[in-house]
């Protein structure tokens, strides 16, 4: 399977209802499915495309070359096996003793679990392999791997920049919400987005808190911790450590205060 169905199709599932159901491959009622972490996987492999009319969704068992096998089977029929968080790409496996999921960029994965929510969800992943959402951590990844039944050669740039616009229309969705603002929401940084962040500044003590909330997501997403309350939409003194780190990080000039510049470098 090509790199970019396969994450159209995990990003199908993440935006379909969902439940978590051991075994679960696509068998699904009048409006849910039901998927387990690594049957979520074999499911697209195996040809799941969300269509309700069909068994399964249109996987079909032990298709395309795909066999059916576990957590911790799959993981060691991956190449490129490590264990460094630090350099990964889109569309890896990544792995825990009885647990896998896909990295999808910007810091996060995609995974059907029991955690959280018990459904198909985005978790986020840092540079250690620490695994959470939204501030609240499970366990950690272990390892990561190529896909043996993915054609990552043929990766372009499509996925890529389709995770940055991602990121950044979050921001721009963000920056209305808060503000109320009518940025048109296309993912792209541009004159008005950047004026946007630089009249909304985030800085300690400052109270904007689903503005706030979105920068905590981001810092941890790329591994910066904002303290043991996570994502709280409170600017405090760990926020305020974790803005710094990043900024020293990434070559920014390091004030604490997130204006245009450092909202520009969390979205790339």
């Known amino acids: 399977m090509d790199l970019n169905e396969f994450i159209t199709k995990l990003n199908l599932a993440l935006n379909s209802k969902t439940k978590y159901k051991k075994s679960g491959w696509g068998n699904h009622n009048?409006?849910?499915?039901?998927?387990?972490?690594?049957?979520?996987?074999?499911?697209?492999l195996w040809g799941w495309n969300g269509d309700f009319s069909k068994k399964r969704g249109g996987a079909v068992y032990k298709s395309n070359n795909v066999p059916d096998i576990g957590a911790d089977t799959i993981i060691n029929k991956c190449t490129n096996i490590?264990?460094?968080?630090?350099?990964?790409?889109?569309g890896e496996l990544v792995w825990l003793k009885g647990h896998v999921g896909i990295y999808?960029?910007?810091?996060?994965?995609?995974e059907a679990t029991k955690a959280w929510t018990d459904n198909v969800l985005?978790?986020?992943?840092?540079?250690?392999?620490?695994?959470s959402?939204?501030?609240?951590k499970v366990y950690k990844w272990l390892k990561h791997g190529y896909l043996p039944y993915v054609n990552y050669e043929n990766k372009n740039n499509s996925v890529n920049e389709q995770i940055i616009n991602n990121a950044c229309q979050k921001l721009q969705e963000v920056?209305?919400?808060?503000?109320?603002?009518?940025?048109?929401?296309?993912?792209?940084?541009?004159?008005?987005?950047?004026?946007?962040?630089?009249?909304?500044?985030?800085y300690k003590?400052?109270?904007?808190?689903?503005?706030?909330?979105?920068?905590?997501?981001r810092l941890i997403a790329l591994g910066y911790s904002c303290g043991k309350n996570?994502?709280?939409?409170?600017?405090?003194?760990?926020?305020l450590k974790a803005v710094k780190k990043y900024q020293k990080d990434n070559n920014l000039k390091v004030d604490g205060y997130v204006g245009k510049d450092t909202h520009k470098k969390l979205v790339s």
């Open 30 to 44: 009048e409006d849910t499915w039901y998927f387990d972490c690594v049957c979520l996987i074999k499911g697209i």
């Open 133 to 136: 959402k939204n501030g609240k």
């Open 122 to 131: 985005k978790s986020q992943i840092a540079q250690d392999g620490t695994r």
């Open 230 to 239: 996570g994502v709280d939409g409170n600017f405090g003194p760990d926020t």
């Open 205 to 217: 003590g400052k109270k904007a808190s689903i503005h706030i909330k979105w920068l905590q997501e």
């Open 104 to 110: 999808v960029g910007n810091g996060e994965v995609i």
């Open 175 to 202: 920056l209305n919400k808060e503000y109320n603002l009518q940025l048109e929401v296309d993912g792209k940084f541009g004159p008005k987005t950047s004026e946007a962040c630089s009249k909304n500044q985030l």
């Open 82 to 90: 490590s264990s460094d968080f630090t350099k990964i790409d889109v």
